[in-house]
């Protein structure tokens, strides 16, 4: 299992889109929220969009690996998201934010962890702003988020740095590929 975690804006998501071309048998967690969707974001494949009553059902339920609030939303990953990839022996990413990245971290210290940096935290801002989907006020709460998590980068296994996006998806792709080999290693001896 993979965590790609980092602050909102680095580039997360398009960096995983581009490693899942390069390692397609990789699956990607659908996570659950209790944000509202943006435009063209579709329940089920982008997140599952719940209501906070529902989001506390699941938890009260334990149906969570992890789970977070961030920018005044909630956040979380499903246990069955997991496990019936993980039974199946189909290795899976989760794309989220640090604080439930500690979380999978202290739970599943097998997961392989890394940390997408910026460049800096102007290219930071300057890519919230530019993909226009957050307003003024979200854009400056997120970076003001970012400069915390941006101190515990060093916490995790990897931290791969988001400057060319060919080159940082390129370094992903090398370091999944090369815990996937070693996995494939373990599984034959034993
Ligand atoms: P957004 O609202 O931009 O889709 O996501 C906000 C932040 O929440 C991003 O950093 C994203 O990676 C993170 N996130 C998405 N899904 C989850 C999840 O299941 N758990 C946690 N802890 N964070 C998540």
């Known amino acids: 299992m993979f965590v790609i975690t980092g602050p909102s804006g680095v580039g997360k998501g398009t960096l995983i889109r581009g490693l899942r071309e390069r390692i397609p048998e990789l699956e990607l967690s659908t996570s659950a929220t209790t944000r509202p969707p943006r435009p063209g974001e579709?329940?089920?494949?982008?997140?599952?969009?719940?209501?906070?009553?529902?989001?506390d059902r699941l938890l009260a339920q334990g149906a969570f690996i992890e789970h977070a609030t961030y920018s005044g939303n909630r956040y979380g990953t499903l246990r069955s998201e997991l496990e019936r990839r993980l039974e199946r022996g189909v290795p899976v990413v989760l794309e989220i934010e640090v604080q439930g990245a500690r979380q999978v971290r202290e739970t599943m210290p097998d997961a392989q962890t890394v940390f997408i940096a910026p460049p800096s935290q102007e290219a930071l801002r300057a890519r919230l702003i530019g993909r226009g989907t957050d307003a003024a006020a979200q854009v400056d709460e997120r970076l003001r988020t970012a400069a915390r998590e941006l101190e515990?980068?060093?916490?995790?296994?990897?931290?791969?740095?988001?400057?060319?996006?060919?080159?940082?998806?390129?370094?992903?792709?090398?370091?999944?590929?090369?815990?996937?080999?070693?996995?494939?290693?373990?599984?034959?001896r034993s």
């Open 42 to 55: 579709r329940d089920g494949v982008d997140y599952y969009f719940l209501s906070d009553a529902q989001f």
């Open 152 to 188: 515990s980068s060093a916490e995790f296994g990897h931290v791969v740095v988001n400057d060319r996006l060919e080159e940082a998806t390129e370094r992903l792709a090398e370091l999944v590929g090369r815990a996937l080999q070693a996995q494939a290693e373990r599984d034959r």
